[in-house]
């Protein structure tokens, strides 16, 4: 097998629409629950139940899944989770909980694959920390998920929950489809420049890139040291917050940070005094429809009484904005000379055995030297100076997720623009997919500063509660 | 196969006892035959040749080897780079250096197998990123070598090259063995508390454990984050900092550290205008014999002229002094703590499947708290402040790499107690094995300051030369 040239869409999947609204989505919430599986009126069982009907009957259509728990297995660990409710002795909030783990990240029992031909059928013989943390505590891994070669290259056979014809976005395609689309209450996705806000927004899925370094890395495949994050995906914010904090209270952040503090539970919602409001370079890529939903959510957000600061009039956000639109290049700067190593090692394993973008990924890094690198470092912590000078005028900033509904596309998973800058910005950022846009999901993006990802959950609910009730 | 209890040394080792003197060692350099390589006196592939004999010669006594490449693979490559050398274009002044791989160190063609039975036949399908650059250069990689399990529990078969009664020291007791024994020029270990320094002084091999992050690490399976250094290990001075630049150009550090910066070869020896010497909780365990050959170290490189500060009369070093005897417990900390992923997974394989040592580790963790861990954090900025404090009085440290010569001893490998605060330091440090005790080797410890590797290496080289000079 050969990771060159890249591999088409399969031809048999079956075609799919769903209307997408907000309130009326195929996303499947299991925190919510929790009172149901205490009282025996739901249970942790029945949940898996419904899972795993929506995978047999969507993923001929969403194609979510590389690998796949054996449903024995599940069903036997979820009946035990089952008792434990019942029994009021839960090991967590997430016990039993259905989760999905991006192919990017170990996992003892299911290979991890990478969707790269030189780990076809390879396993680890470990859990990942964010893995061992979510089984610890009683969560049930259900299957690996579709990602694009080494979660840059080559897209995989994921297609949009709501739209066969559409991609779910990449790079962590499978986990998004799985939980936007009902198969999973919670999964594990990564982002290096925009692979989990990106296909959370295409997939209707709630999703959290953490502050850097708040959430474990161990054995998420590296790509680079400096921008690899852990990605959450959740059906619901509470769902989202739950997984997220029982990895941060039980393995926490990659050594030496402590990991995400905060309550175990979804803060209470939390109305901003003021929010900053940034266009950025997606912007000039956004259909109508598109600004025009945006535009109405930050209407929505400014009549509540929360003041809306942008680039007009305030030279501060509009040097931020101008700083911003001139990222994306040395952003391609700092992966592609970090990811020298390991993606040197893999094509030095034949001609053909990477993708074409693994490829011009390499060829940049050859064309580049250390000094390039070094003022690529610089400018981005001159970036998070920037942003962190306007912690005292407004709690956090309301952009896109993504430059519009998820397109229709296979090898390409869509824009970077608007989910790339808090990369950089190593601030917490949060996918809240409250808006519908030619009937398909598009999330507002609610980003923060670094190491407030606590307070940030408290914004991001209160935003979510704001379009929900006035939806 | 299970790893509790600690297995027993192999009852088939064949005895063996060799006089060690730092002018007649059994190391066989590889970088001072260049010329030789290049005017065809010599041929990598006559330097391959005897290496092979040594292994096939010592091996049974010796095992240092857990798993070796073809010899017809080796042979190839090495009559390639014989050409290479004679037409005057090598890949690097490493080309064709037969080298071996702490078995810790993913590599492509060879299993990875970390002396714990999970890993057994395991193949982590790529290189690490300093095996990459070595064979990029044109290293050959002769074999994997054995580490104690995951390079803290249990040890492995290795014995001291110089007397089989012996360790070789640990966890990089194969890569110790190996170079100092004449079987490879060079070798790759890891050291999160001492696992280098304390080898190479076992086995009369010469070592760097280089600044914290200066060494790209990516591909050596991890125990910390903060403590988890790269290992060097040379059959001379020249061919440690030769293997250790080809790393530093090819690959760097760990991003963002951009890489040790120093020239290619081998810097100039410089003789410094004060050396800070320091006795460490090390030196209430250490003989008689040993204290006498250090103490005459001392007073070679004071009568060349060097103005020795120690901790009589002197309050900064004996506050110094006082940090450093206290670092043993918070170090255990940092790695029990740091080390929860990934020995929780391993762990969770199986009530028997890692050794007393690993489980020791994971239930001092459990012990602990967050608060405790941050605590251990805090202590070893301190230290670090502390150490950099004397930047201005004098330009390194001279101390023991071992409290004495290899023990007579098969699961404990050692004292840890010279080599350990240097880890916590973060700055390079040298073993110069110059010294003999017992006609056993004994390295002398030249440690530095943060950053300033190739400076260090100009001391080291003069230490060296001092020492032998006058032997």
């Known amino acids: 097998m050969e990771a060159w040239p890249v591999p088409p869409l399969p031809t048999d999947i079956v075609p799919r629409k769903i209307r997408y609204a907000p309130d009326d989505s195929l996303a499947r919430p299991f925190v919510p629950l929790a009172s149901a599986f205490r009282d025996g009126s739901d249970s942790v069982r029945a949940y898996l139940e419904r899972c795993l ?17 054996d449903a024995k297995v599940l069903r036997d660990a979820a009946d035990a989770a089952t008792t434990r409710w019942r029994d009021g002795k839960p090991l967590s909030a997430v016990d039993g909980m259905p989760i999905v783990v991006k192919d990017m990240i170990e996992t003892i029992d299911l290979p991890t694959q990478m969707n790269n031909p030189i780990f076809t059928g390879w396993h680890a013989r470990r859990d990942a920390a964010s893995v061992m943390a979510l089984r610890g505590a009683g969560a049930l891994v259900i299957g690996k998920t579709v990602t694009t070669e080494f979660a840059v290259g080559n897209s995989g056979p994921a297609r949009n929950p709501y739209d066969s014809n559409r991609t779910p976005g990449g790079s962590s395609s499978g986990t998004a489809a799985a939980v936007g689309g009902g198969m999973a209450a919670f999964g594990l996705g990564t982002q290096t420049h925009a692979s989990t806000i990106r296909p959370a927004s295409y997939c209707g899925a709630y999703a959290l890139k953490a502050s850097f370094g708040a959430l474990h890395v161990g054995g998420v495949t590296p790509l ?6 852990l990605g959450l995906f959740g059906a619901s914010l509470e769902d989202l917050w739950a997984g997220t904090m029982v990895i941060a209270r039980r393995i926490g952040g990659t050594p030496p940070h402590p990991g995400i503090q905060g309550p175990i539970g979804l803060p209470d919602a939390h109305k901003p005094k003021a929010l900053i409001r940034l266009d950025m370079q997606g912007w000039s890529e956004t259909s109508e429809a598109t600004r025009a939903a945006f535009e109405a959510l930050v209407d929505k957000v400014a009549k509540a009484g929360v003041k809306i600061i942008d ?16 990222v994306y290049e040395f952003a391609l700067d700092l ?8 993606f040197g090692t893999y094509r030095d394993q034949g001609p053909r055995m990477v993708g074409p973008r693994i490829l011009d990924l390499l060829a940049r890094a050859e064309a580049m030297d250390g000094a390039r690198y070094a003022e690529a470092v610089r400018r981005r912590e001159a970036l998070q100076t920037q942003v962190h000078a306007l912690s005292d005028r407004a709690e956090g ?6 430059s519009g509904p998820a397109i229709e ?3 390409f998973t869509g824009s970077r623009s608007y989910p790339l800058p808090w990369t950089l910005v ?7 997919p409250v808006m519908a846009v030619e009937d398909l999901p598009l999330a507002a993006q609610v980003a923060g500063y670094r190491e407030r990802d606590a307070e940030l959950a408290a914004i991001a609910r209160w935003v979510r509660d704001q379009a929900m009730a006035q939806a």
Do not use: C, K, M, Y
């Open 335 to 342: 992966l592609a000379w970090e990811a020298r190593w390991p």
């Open 426 to 432: 190593a601030g917490p950022t949060f996918a809240v």
């Open 409 to 411: 596309d296979h090898a």
């Open 397 to 402: 900033f309301l952009t896109l997720s993504a």
């Open 311 to 326: 680039r007009r009039g305030d030279s501060q956000v509009e040097a931020l904005e101008q700083t911003l639109a001139d």
């Open 224 to 229: 680079t040291t400096t921008l690899d994050h």
């Open 53 to 69: 009907e929506t995978i047999e009957a969507a993923e001929p259509s969403v194609r979510a899944f590389v690998v796949r728990q």
